[in-house]
Nanobody, 116 residues
């Protein structure tokens, strides 16, 4: 599979961003999808996941209530709505197939920087 993430940028604390991930190379509608992130100097961590149908969602405990994952199987795209962004959300965000364990190589990611 291949992934192209977009939608990142530099925002002030408290603002929102919506990330998109266009997937190809596999049957998107048959796979769960997940978002992960890697902050400077830290290991990549799980953010959120959505089942193939969209009926089952999973979030990192620390992000529940601020982040929302969704998908559009007609567009082979998964989204991450991020609200009330905090400094500690600064990271490169990646998507991948799989509910919590990534199945394919990583894309280039999209940089999110929260700064005042």
């Amino acid at each position: 599979g291949q992934f192209v993430e977009s939608g990142g940028g530099m925002v002030q604390p408290g603002r929102s961003l919506r990330l998109s991930c266009a997937a190809s190379g596999f049957t998107f509608s048959s796979y769960a999808m997940g978002w992960f992130r890697q902050a400077p100097g830290k290991e990549r961590e799980f953010v959120a996941a959505i089942s193939y149908s969209g009926g089952n969602l999973n979030y990192a405990d620390s992000l529940k209530g601020r982040f929302t994952i969704s998908r559009d199987n007609a567009k082979n795209t998964v989204y991450l709505q991020m609200n009330n962004l905090k400094f500690e959300d600064t990271a490169v965000y990646y998507c991948n197939a799989g509910f919590t364990t990534p199945l394919y190589s990583w894309g280039q990611g999209t940089q999110v920087t929260v700064s005042s």
